[in-house]
């Protein structure tokens, strides 16, 4: 029942001064007045409808009655000065605090943005496939999200010798070699360094390092020896063995950076064959005319043996030139035989015959003990003489030698 029915029921049933009645018509009748010249309006707030009566005479009238404050980065669909209308739909929708950083470049923004995605749109940050985004395109924008953004820069990397182009974020050089699944060896050269970090314009390069081993055979040469040999005649040679070279195979360990050989080392030498000498017999012979000359001879000698008081040994004799391999040619008491090829000296055991004696050899004649021998030791002399002919004509042979100082 309307409240003015009830009211004219009441009247009818008590009794009431007319002038109160008259009030009472009246203030209804204002109160359906002022209800019926209401207007309706729907607002809706961050995807919230309410319908709303409402006498305000102004969009800002209307919001501020409802208690909703207006920033400068909110959306409203009509101005703050729109006057209300009846059947006005406004559409207020709140900006949300977002905080963006870039590269390390921070700031602090407001958007009505409802997607990560459509505020990087607004702002016209460009986010490609390679950058690093620290939320997904399609995430909703809540109050103070922090939106972070590392942009991608582009390498190279010269693998070998083929380079590529790729897109980072920075990190270390080994974290770039994993995401574009290069392989590396231990034994590559990587510059710069696996844990170095990433910046724009340090390309990276790989140098690829091989190894192989190499095998090489080489000949050995032989020796040539000489023997000599009593039963031939002196001045005579004859070989007895030829000689065989041998084998010696060289192991090299060889290094390639990029196919490029730049290193070859010997790791190992075997001897997988042994040379064999050439031997050669050299005839000590003397013919009979020269035998009985040298007879002869040592007997004069021996008969001419100087007189002296000295000790007197029977020794094995050879003799030596001083041209031989490896000689200097200068005795161990500093004579220089290279320059006096002519001059009595005998090599000598210290111990037996003091070095400097004056000594008689027989066959030899009067000589200097000035010399010492690696083989010389006791009863052994070496006899030195011009050349090497003198050396084969002397031989190997016992005398008698006595010290005569």
């Known amino acids: 029942m309307e409240p003015i029915e009830r009211l004219l029921k009441a009247l009818k049933s008590k ?35 309410e319908t709303i009566k409402t006498h305000a005479k102004t969009v800002e009238d209307l919001l501020n009655k409802l208690g909703i404050n207006i920033s400068e980065h909110d959306d409203l669909s009509e101005d703050l000065d729109a006057p209300v209308e009846d059947g006005m739909e406004i559409e207020f929708k709140k900006a949300k605090q977002i905080m963006l950083t870039v590269d390390g470049q921070f700031a602090s923004y407001y958007s009505t943005a409802e997607t990560v995605g459509q505020f990087l749109e607004e702002e016209n940050v460009e ?5 690093e985004l620290s939320h997904e395109l399609s995430d909703e924008i809540s109050e103070n999200i922090h939106i972070q953004v590392v942009k991608a820069f582009p390498l190279t990397v010269i693998d070998g010798k083929e380079k590529m182009n790729v897109w980072t974020t920075g990190g270390t050089v080994r974290e770039l070699l ?13 510059k710069p360094g696996l844990d170095e970090q990433l910046f724009e314009n340090r390309n990276v390069t790989i140098v ?60 190992e030498e075997k ?19 020269k035998i009985v000359q040298l007879s ?29 391999s490896g000689c200097s040619g200068v005795t161990a008491t500093g004579i220089n035989l290279k320059t006096n090829p002519n001059m009595k000296v005998i090599a000598v055991d210290p111990n037996v015959i003091p070095l400097g004696s004056r000594v008689w050899v027989e066959g030899y004649g009067e000589a200097v003990a000035g010399d010492t021998g690696g083989s010389i030791s006791g009863n052994r002399i070496d006899v030195h003489v011009p050349d090497e002919s003198a050396a084969y004509s002397f031989g190997r042979r016992t005398v008698k030698v006595k010290v005569l100082n």
Request: aromatic residues 6%; glycine residues 4%.
């Open 271 to 289: 001897v997988v064959k042994e040379p064999t000498n050439k031997v050669i017999a050299v005839g000590t012979k003397e013919p009979e005319e």
């Open 296 to 324: 002869q001879t040592k007997n004069t000698q021996q008969q001419n043996a100087p007189a002296s008081d000295g000790k007197e040994f029977t020794m094995h004799a050879t003799a030596y030139t001083a041209n031989c």
């Open 15 to 49: 009794l009431v001064f007319p002038s109160i009645a008259i009030l009472a018509v009246v203030v209804l009748a204002s109160f359906g007045i002022y209800k019926a010249t209401q207007a309706t309006v729907v607002v809706a707030e961050d995807g919230k409808t």
């Open 127 to 131: 986010v490609t496939k390679h950058d």
């Open 208 to 267: 690829r390092v091989t190894y192989k081993k190499e095998e090489v055979e080489e000949a050995i040469d032989y020796q040539t020896e000489k023997v000599e040999d009593n039963k031939l005649e002196k001045g005579k040679e004859e070989v007895i063995t030829e000689g065989e070279k041998g084998k010696l195979v060289k192991t090299y360990k060889l290094t390639f950076e990029n196919g490029e050989q730049v290193k070859r080392k010997l790791k």
């Open 178 to 190: 994993a995401e574009n699944d290069i392989d590396v060896k231990k034994r590559d050269k990587i």
